[in-house]
């Protein structure tokens, strides 16, 4: 089967979290993945972090990212430097809290089949992701390609080539918004992106599959100083208003392209009916 190089985020001491993916790889007969060491987010400090926003994040969003969520956008920038100064036409990255299902091999083989110019698929294994989707056509068994409307969350699996991986890199080098917001970002990245529904990645939830970000990711309390305090009603209120827009654009733009790419699937559909 056609499946590409594929990274595994993780933490050098999550060792079961390592083990239970290598055990899903060795399960499904997959040997061409690599453990890639993720950034550690309790050793970061974000006032002398280059790579983020702490201005525009608070003024947006009232506080600021936390230090494992600075940690897991650094490990995925990592990921995709190396697939453009490596050159690789395409990679798998995954998270290393998720669960492949036994077809996952076999879908990724018919996504790099399609006649798409894809630069990312996202696997999000989530029903309110799948009816915010917008549904294309089967490509394979009851798989269907999508267009993921908004900004969900969850990256912890999806297809990358090396023109997508280049594209969020011009976007990564100031950063405030998480790593999975930028990836539904599609109007400011500009990156060509599409889902699958079902998915064959989901998120782990076993006893140890809380996420290694943490909970406090979820709190939306302002915690503001100074200047900020007073302008953040202004921001706060032309950020959401500009997203709303900003959600709403792509969708005109998809209906059309959506329809060619329909036709294309249906002519050389893959896999049985």
Not at 32 to 60: H, M
Not at 125 to 132: A, G, P
Request: with cysteine; net charge positive; proline share 5%.
């Amino acid at each position: 089967m056609n499946v590409p190089q594929i990274y595994v985020i993780n933490l050098a001491r999550s060792h079961d979290r390592r083990a239970r993916m290598e055990a899903q790889f060795q399960k499904l007969g997959i040997k061409n993945y690599t453990i890639w060491p993720a950034v550690e987010g309790a050793q970061l400090s974000l006032e002398a972090c280059p790579a983020y926003d702490g201005k525009t994040r608070r003024l947006f969003f009232g506080r600021d990212l936390t230090t494992s969520e600075v940690g897991c956008l650094l490990s995925h920038r990592g990921v995709y430097e190396h697939i453009a100064a490596q050159g690789l036409d395409a990679a798998i990255v995954l998270e290393d809290d998720c669960v492949l299902s036994e077809d996952f091999a076999a879908v990724v083989s018919a996504v790099m089949k399609l006649p798409v110019a894809w630069e990312i698929v996202r696997l999000i294994d989530s029903e309110k992701v799948y009816k915010q989707s917008i549904f294309i056509t089967r490509f394979f068994k009851d798989y269907a390609l999508a267009r993921v409307r908004g900004t969900p969350g969850g990256g912890y699996g999806y297809l990358l080539t090396n023109a997508g991986a280049k594209k969020l890199l011009r976007k990564m080098q100031k950063n405030w918004v998480p790593v999975d917001t930028l990836l539904g970002q599609v109007v400011r990245t500009g990156i060509r992106a599409f889902g699958v529904m079902p998915s064959p990645v989901s998120h782990y939830e076993g006893p140890d599959g809380v996420s290694m970000i943490g909970h406090q990711r979820f709190d939306k309390t302002p915690v503001l100083f100074g200047n900020e305090k007073y302008v953040y009603p202004i921001t706060r209120f032309l950020y959401k208003t500009s997203e709303i827009f900003l959600k709403r654009i792509p969708v005109l733009w998809w209906m059309v392209a959506d329809f060619s790419i329909r036709r294309k699937i249906r002519a050389c559909r893959t896999g049985p009916e």
